[in-house]
């Protein structure tokens, strides 16, 4: 199908388009990589009259470390992040979902910041977010603004973001000593979507007792969650006797990742069998993860 008609321009400078934002307001969408909007458009389930296309700030693509951990732009591509060795040192799970990302020509084009905003329940970024306590930073032309991870995510396509604001930057804190991350998903075969994917990061103290815990789940529910329940069984519980990792702490653990989520039901799969996915991946990536910080 063909989109409707609209105005396009393509600002240079976060600032430009922060201002083209906020004069054409709810008539504009910002275009990142595209993946997701434009199919959109063409099948009329959106139609801006405005399209403000990100693509030429050059100042938005970017991975550095900052304070330890990374700042990373808003508009850097899913192939950097898979193959940045700095992603890969400061924050492993990252550039591991990064790579199961659709398909290559996915992975050359779209955004993390593109992903991020748009927060369709079955993207992988976003539970990788949550996993990781992830801060993200928006621009608009009041200013800038800091969004937790846990307070983005907030139901099926919608996300904390103000009608003015743009996604400009992701910052990802320091990892703790003894801290492993590890991302894993049951994909679609076609579109490569998480029908479940479950992110982990897991800080032990030097005798293998877990200090902190954060488990991300998507796809299961209509918008990433955190699996409080698993974090809180994980806690305070001894998960190494040496080089022994325990699974039945592990095992308890992860058949509560699912607990809370509002389990989606569709052509992929019935909720039951989501259910018995999230149990499976978070076993799966906690474990991983154990295996990494120690």
């Given at each position: 199908?063909?989109?409707?008609s609209?105005?396009?321009?393509?600002?240079?400078?976060?600032?430009?388009?922060?201002?083209?934002?906020?004069?054409?307001?709810?008539?504009?969408?910002?275009?990142?990589?595209?993946?997701?909007?434009?199919?959109?458009?063409?099948?009329r389930?959106?139609?801006?009259?405005?399209?403000?296309?990100?693509?030429?700030?050059e100042?938005?693509?970017?991975?550095?470390?900052?304070?330890?951990g990374?700042?990373?732009?808003?508009?850097?591509?899913?192939?950097?992040?898979?193959?940045?060795?700095?992603?890969?040192?400061?924050?492993?799970?990252?550039?591991?979902?990064?790579?199961?990302?659709?398909?290559?020509?996915?992975?050359?084009?779209?955004?993390?910041?593109?992903?991020?905003?748009?927060?369709?329940?079955?993207?992988?970024?976003?539970?990788?977010?949550?996993?990781?306590?992830?801060?993200?930073?928006?621009?608009?032309?009041?200013?800038?603004?800091?969004?937790?991870?846990?307070?983005?995510?907030?139901?099926?396509?919608?996300?904390?973001?103000?009608?003015?604001?743009?996604?400009?930057?992701?910052?990802?804190?320091?990892?703790l000593?003894?801290?492993?991350?590890?991302?894993?998903?049951?994909?679609?075969?076609?579109?490569?979507?998480?029908?479940?994917?479950?992110?982990?990061?897991?800080?032990?103290?030097?005798?293998?007792?877990?200090?902190?815990?954060?488990?991300?789940?998507?796809?299961?529910?209509?918008?990433?969650?955190?699996?409080?329940?698993?974090?809180?069984l994980?806690?305070?519980?001894?998960?190494?006797?040496?080089?022994?990792?325990?699974?039945?702490?592990i095992?308890?653990?992860?058949?509560?990742?699912?607990?809370?989520?509002?389990?989606?039901?569709?052509?992929?799969?019935?909720?039951?069998?989501?259910?018995?996915?999230?149990?499976?991946?978070?076993?799966?990536?906690i474990?991983?993860?154990?295996?990494?910080?120690?």
């Open positions: 199908m063909v989109t409707s609209f105005d396009y321009h393509a600002p240079t400078s976060v600032a430009e388009a922060a201002e083209l934002l906020t004069r054409f307001g709810d008539s504009a969408k910002l275009l990142a990589g595209g993946h997701s909007l434009v199919p959109m458009m063409k099948s389930l959106a139609e801006p009259k405005v399209l403000i296309d990100l693509g030429r700030i100042s938005m693509a970017y991975i550095r470390e900052a304070d330890g990374l700042a990373i732009g808003a508009m850097t591509k899913y192939v950097d992040l898979e193959t940045s060795d700095l992603v890969k040192s400061k924050a492993p799970a990252l550039a591991q979902a990064a790579g199961m990302i659709a398909d290559p020509l996915v992975r050359n084009m779209g955004t993390i910041g593109g992903s991020l905003a748009h927060a369709d329940p079955a993207a992988d970024l976003p539970a990788v977010m949550l996993a990781l306590g992830a801060r993200l930073i928006t621009s608009s032309t009041g200013g800038h603004r800091t969004i937790e991870a846990d307070d983005f995510f907030v139901d099926l396509l919608t996300t904390g973001l103000r009608p003015d604001e743009i996604l400009s930057e992701i910052a990802i804190p320091a990892l000593p003894r801290t492993g991350t590890a991302y894993a998903k049951f994909g679609n075969k076609a579109s490569h979507f998480a029908i479940v994917g479950v992110a982990a990061s897991v800080t032990l103290s030097p005798d293998g007792t877990c200090e902190a815990a954060r488990v991300g789940v998507t796809g299961a529910g209509p918008k990433a969650t955190r699996a409080t329940e698993t974090e809180a994980l806690n305070g519980h001894r998960l190494l006797h040496g080089d022994q990792i325990d699974e039945d702490v095992e308890a653990a992860a058949a509560r990742a699912g607990a809370g989520v509002d389990l989606q039901e569709d052509i992929h799969a019935s909720a039951e069998y989501r259910a018995h996915l999230t149990t499976v991946f978070a076993k799966r990536v474990r991983e993860a154990v295996s990494r910080a120690k």
